[in-house]
């Protein structure tokens, strides 16, 4: 990538970034300001995100060969940075991301939808570094796996030693709809000192068979009552999107890919 963009978002400022090109590009949020990113391209991120100001942050990668990408964001005192990444196929995805909690009270919330078929790779990357006092961070990820796709998911919450009163959670919840779908799901933590809340999960699991059958009973096919299962598992997180047409376009690509479910 040759391209470079910077983004100088001022203070006390309310702004919308789209990134629809692959580039690197820099974003330096100001003191008390809002913003929302959308970014459809597999560009390296970074972000500064100002004392007291929140960015909201959705990557949607969809049908490419290939796709790469990393994105890292420091984040000043009482700033928020809301991560959403939708990974909704391609030959290859490779993301990494990585918070670095800065600021006293500065927080971080990461979510992800990944939903892969055929023989779909999948090498996820999530970290949260804790650096400044009585900082935040969450996690959840919920995976959707079919056919003969793969996904290596790795997530970190490191707690430094002088980071004082933090909290950390990790979760990431699997779907396999397949015998031959595969998943290696390695949550981490790292506690330096003894002043925080941190924990983490992960669960790996096939269509729930209580819910099919009710489902069943109530006259709806099998085929049916599946989508609507994994409808179900992903909605918690599409909800936290706040633009209808993006939300509709996602959850769009998601019934496109639940269409070949058996």
Known sequence: MNNEKIFLIN?????????????????????NSEVRVTDTSDSNVNILVGENSKVNYLSIKNENSENLSIKKAEVERDGKINWLECCLGSGITKSIIRTELIGEGSESESFGVIFGSNKEIFDIKNEVIHIGNRSKSNMLTRVVLDKEARANYNGLIKVNSNARGCEGYQKKETILLSDDAKIDAVPNLEIENNDVRCSHGATI?????????????????EKSAKRTIIEGFFDPILVTIDDPELKESIKNSISKRLGAIK
């Open 11 to 31: 203070e006390d400022s309310k702004e919308e970034i789209k990134i629809d090109s692959n580039m690197n590009v820099k974003i330096i949020v100001g003191k």
């Open 205 to 221: 699991s096939q269509i729930d068979e209580g819910k099919l059958f009710y489902m069943q009973s109530r006259g709806i096919d």
